[in-house]
């Protein structure tokens, strides 16, 4: 069986010595009211804010890591209500850190900032699109009007040389509209389409969780779209498993639908798909998933400077104005027993994918309380997978092997200070 290379990549760097990719919440401030907001975000900055100085410092603390330094993502909230956004950028490439923002789509997307935020050095630029109209995504963010900001930002930035990913939220309102926003997503242009599998946490406990079935259905229409366009998933790490289960199925010549057993949303998907004329033949090189998981190869920073594992975990391992990053990403008890074998309970911790899944620690802590629980949206049973011994092969070639079990850790300090807000 060849390298598992070809259908999972793994993390060039040890992914306990630097995470893959830093966001930070620059602000919370945002004009919109998206319905399944993190940051539960306002109208107005928070005065507790990292300052410029604090932001500039908090780059200097990514560099650290060494280099090539992690990707720095300036999200939000919206990152141009700061108006030192083109500083710190700038910033950002003196101390050889990439940096990508990710705005929300609103009026402030002109082409003259677009501009400014290109020439600053900005690497890529980050928009969301939660549905193939205007009446769908406004909808969910809340305003009118952001479908069309949304569309003309990501052209402008397009005809700027600026490398674009469309970040797709899958909830409810959408299920039926996936195969047409990523035709939308093929017709304009996009270097990725990611597809973020809600997590209740904000505002987003307040919609409805998909079931297991209509999970698998939706990853396996993923991973079908990755031979239109560049495709990924966002906490929805059992899309690895997938990809290792099409890998090897597709070289039996079976057929996933029955040997997944995939569900009715899954044909309606496929047939839609195929009605617009996505065809699959487009792409000879699909984008494998990255072995990336909170705290293991992913840190993120708060409007105040606290870390988490991820922006959807809300437990705090530290503050960047007290400890360096590099400091609490290396040793902090959150962080090095999310990345511990023999720490997962339920059927993830039973589960052979284990070691390229791990399941979403923040829907799991989301739903249970513990960081350490099952994926809540994932139905696979562990060890119904028929060809267990092409998956040996597969999962023992290569990178990724196992780390020795250690002792389970608290799953953070205690106390109510080292709790933050639910994240968007």
């Avoid at 319905?35 to 410092?57: Q, Y």
């Avoid at 780059?59 to 141009?80: E, N």
């Amino acid at each position: 069986m060849s390298s598992p290379a070809r259908a999972v990549r793994h993390q060039r760097h040890d992914a306990a010595d630097r995470p893959f990719i830093v966001i930070w919440e620059s602000t919370r401030a945002c004009p919109l009211a998206c319905r399944h907001c993190r940051a539960e975000a306002v109208p107005d900055r928070d005065p507790r804010e990292l300052d410029t100085a604090a932001a500039k410092d908090l780059l200097d603390q990514v560099a650290a890591f060494g280099q090539p330094a992690p990707l720095f993502v300036i999200t939000g909230g919206d990152p141009f209500q700061r108006p030192d956004l083109n500083e710190l950028v700038a910033h950002g490439q003196k101390t050889g850190v990439r940096v990508a923002v990710s705005p929300s789509g609103t009026p402030t997307l002109t082409e003259e900032r677009l501009r400014a935020l290109h020439a600053a050095g900005a690497v890529g630029l980050s928009l969301s699109l939660d549905g193939s109209t205007a009446a769908l995504h406004d909808d969910f963010r809340g305003v009118p009007g952001v479908f069309r900001w949304t569309l003309d930002a990501w052209d402008t930035a397009r005809a700027l040389g600026m490398k674009v990913q469309i970040n797709t939220t899958v909830a409810r309102h959408n299920l039926h509209d996936l195969p047409d926003i990523v035709r939308l997503v093929a017709e304009h242009g996009a270097m990725l389409w990611s597809a973020f599998f809600l997590v209740p946490t904000g505002r987003g406990r307040g919609l409805g969780a998909l079931t297991a079935t209509e999970v698998e259905d939706v990853l396996n229409f993923v991973y079908d779209m990755g031979l239109v366009l560049p495709a990924k998933t966002t906490e929805a790490h059992h899309f690895r498993r997938v990809a290792l289960q099409r890998h090897i199925l597709a070289g039996a010549g079976e057929d996933p639908a029955a040997a997944l057993g995939l569900g009715r949303l899954y044909g309606e998907l496929t047939d839609r798909a195929a009605a617009l004329g996505l065809d699959t033949a487009t792409r000879r090189v699909r984008r494998p998933p990255l072995d990336v998981n909170a705290g293991r190869g992913f840190a993120f920073v708060s409007h105040t400077g606290t870390v988490h594992p991820s922006g959807f975990l809300p437990l705090s391992a530290g503050n960047v104005r007290e400890t360096p990053l590099t400091s609490i990403y290396r040793t902090s008890p959150l962080f090095t027993g999310l990345r511990a074998d023999g720490m997962l309970g339920g059927r993830c911790g039973s589960c052979e994918f284990r070691r390229v899944c791990g399941g979403s620690r923040s829907r799991a802590y989301g739903v249970t309380g513990d960081p350490y629980a099952e994926e809540p949206w994932c139905g696979y049973v562990p060890g119904s997978f028929p060809h267990q011994r092409e998956l040996a092969a597969l999962m023992n070639a290569g990178p990724g092997t196992a780390p020795p079990a250690r002792p389970r850790p608290p799953a953070a300090p205690g106390g109510k200070e080292h709790r933050v807000q639910q994240e968007r």
